[in-house]
């Protein structure tokens, strides 16, 4: 059973239904319990990352994904959730992530060289290691692109 993490931001109905369409099982949850007890969890995410961080800490929902992670549960973070397990961000101020990946997420507009910001439309892919994360994508595929950060890790 895989866990979707709703803590208030997030398309919550169309993740879950997405999962369904390839046969995965899953919930919409803010209970502890039914976090502890998924086999998987998923953290989605849109909107500013200083709010969304902390409505993740008002719910102590930040306490428990942290201690399932450590736990070795396999986490995946989708937009906003991806961003929010690093340690910090500098969208609209410095905000504190969850600390689970070492790094920090930055505006892409300091490093564009003058490209338009938001960075949206389709691109070519541009790999530049063997990591699971792509298999099943190829060199120079296309994907949709929408974002104005990037993540930075240490």
Not at 36 to 56: E, N, Q, S, T
Not at 114 to 143: A, C, E, R, T
Request: charged share 25%.
């Amino acid at each position: 059973m895989i866990a979707i993490i709703d803590y208030g931001v997030g398309n919550l109905f169309s993740l879950q239904q997405s999962l369904k369409k390839i046969g995965a099982e899953s919930i919409i949850t803010s209970q502890k319990s039914e976090i502890k007890r998924a086999d998987r969890l998923i953290l989605p995410g849109v909107g500013a990352f200083g709010d969304a961080a902390d409505k993740l800490r008002q719910s102590g929902l930040d306490l428990v994904i942290k201690e399932q992670c450590d736990s070795g549960k396999p986490l995946l973070g989708i937009c906003l959730g991806m961003q929010l397990l690093f340690d910090k961000s500098s969208e609209y101020g410095e905000h504190d992530g969850l600390g689970i990946i070492k790094g920090e997420i930055l505006p892409l507009k300091d490093f564009t060289l003058g490209l338009k910001i938001p960075h949206m439309g389709w691109n070519s892919l541009n790999i530049l290691d063997d990591n699971p994360l792509f298999k099943g994508l190829s060199q120079g595929d296309y994907v949709y692109f929408v974002h104005s950060y990037f993540a930075k890790c240490k």
